[in-house]
């Protein structure tokens, strides 16, 4: 792979502990941080990776995110949960909030958690998958900063805004994570470190127009512009844009709203703090009949959509997951694959931080 460099699991988990740790986080926080990053890189997620560290590095070398947070919960019945994030990190309060949602789907059948004044938690879908390894069904989505456009308009005023939900099925699990946005922010960072062309429909710039250019959205980014992301469907109706932008607005309800937290229009919207909201949910089915046989049907049904008949010149349908899960374990055995700008970015990284280049990140 052409400037790629190959990462081995064990040795990118351990430095990025170690990274956390030099900003300050408790070792047990750190490990939680790093699962989230290099799970994200296992199921060939590129974007919310590795490729993210700088990101987190920097975010909390400015001080936006607070590595002495003391999340608490401010709000609580039997069933929900409102938990004020003190402006830690994502990573942390998210596992810890997914938990809690868990212990009351346990004790009460459904478990719902909200968590504001936050910082971006990694893939949504970790948090689902943790609800699905417990036998439950997970649900979670976060509002993000403003970098998507609402149909007809020209002002980034959503997030990507994710959407994950998991389902325990055989072999896989049913599990789509998804942004509300054509793709994540992260993918157009990839394609500009990479200096390719984006796809036309992803980005309008600052005039309105359609562009190709992938630093045309990191200047959005950075200088708080016109011009942004399109919501799911792209530009106008036509494609079903609108149900995109309906769906990110879905999101903000779910977690700004209800929590009593900024929307995405106000996450990270000067240099000092990120506020960004979070949901997360965990659902005992058991309550709606017999676990096995629920998970017996939506096994089947999924194994009915991957058997149908295939499109012309197609070999296979897969149910969403499926791919990402089936080479989890040989990334976690034979390594990954960094680009090598995010490669140089660990370089330095690890200079600053005193940490061996070598050892943790190879030749």
């Excluded at 190959?6 to 430095?15: A, H």
């Excluded at 987190?56 to 609580?76: H, W």
């Amino acid at each position: 792979m052409d400037d790629y460099k190959k990462i081995e699991y064990d040795r990118g988990y351990e430095f990025c502990c170690l990274v956390f740790e030099y900003l300050g986080i408790p070792k047990k926080d750190s490990q939680q941080i790093a699962d989230v990053v290099l799970t994200s890189d296992l199921m060939g997620i590129e974007s919310h990776g590795l490729q993210r560290l700088k990101m987190y590095y920097d975010g909390s070398k400015a001080g936006r995110i607070n590595p002495n947070a003391q999340p608490k919960i401010i709000q609580e019945t039997m069933v929900s949960a409102v938990i004020d994030a003190d402006e830690g990190y994502g990573q942390i309060v998210g596992g810890k909030a997914m938990k809690l949602a868990i212990q009351k789907a346990k004790e009460a059948g459904i478990g719902m958690v909200l968590v504001k004044n936050s910082s971006h938690y990694g893939i949504a879908g970790y948090y689902s998958m943790m609800a699905a390894k417990e036998g439950l069904l997970g649900i979670s989505m976060t509002n993000s900063e403003a970098l998507v456009l609402p149909t007809f308009g020209r002002t980034p005023v959503m997030g990507t805004n994710p959407i994950a939900l998991t389902m325990p099925a055989k072999p896989y699990p049913f599990h789509i994570d998804m942004a509300t946005s054509v793709v994540p922010a992260g993918k157009i960072e990839v394609y500009n470190k990479k200096q390719k062309a984006i796809p036309i429909g992803w980005v309008l710039n600052a005039e309105g127009k359609n562009t190709t250019v992938a630093q045309d959205f990191i200047n959005i980014r950075k200088n708080k512009t016109d011009g942004g992301l399109l919501p799911l469907g792209g530009t106008g109706e036509t494609h079903g844009g609108h149900k995109g932008y309906g769906l990110s607005m879905m999101v903000e309800l779910m977690t700004g709203i209800l929590s009593g937290g900024c929307t995405s229009y106000y996450v990270r919207r000067d240099t000092i703090k990120e506020r960004c909201c979070h949901m997360f949910m965990a659902i005992d089915y058991a309550m709606f009949g017999n676990k096995e046989d629920v998970e017996k049907h939506m096994s089947a049904y999924m194994e009915l959509v991957r058997a149908s008949n295939k499109s012309e010149g197609e070999t296979r349908i897969y149910t969403h997951g499926e791919r990402e899960l089936s080479q989890f374990n040989d990334r976690k055995m034979n390594g990954f694959y960094i680009n090598g700008k995010t490669y140089e970015e660990l370089e330095a990284i690890a200079a600053e931080a005193g940490l061996d280049k070598q050892k943790y990140l190879g030749a």
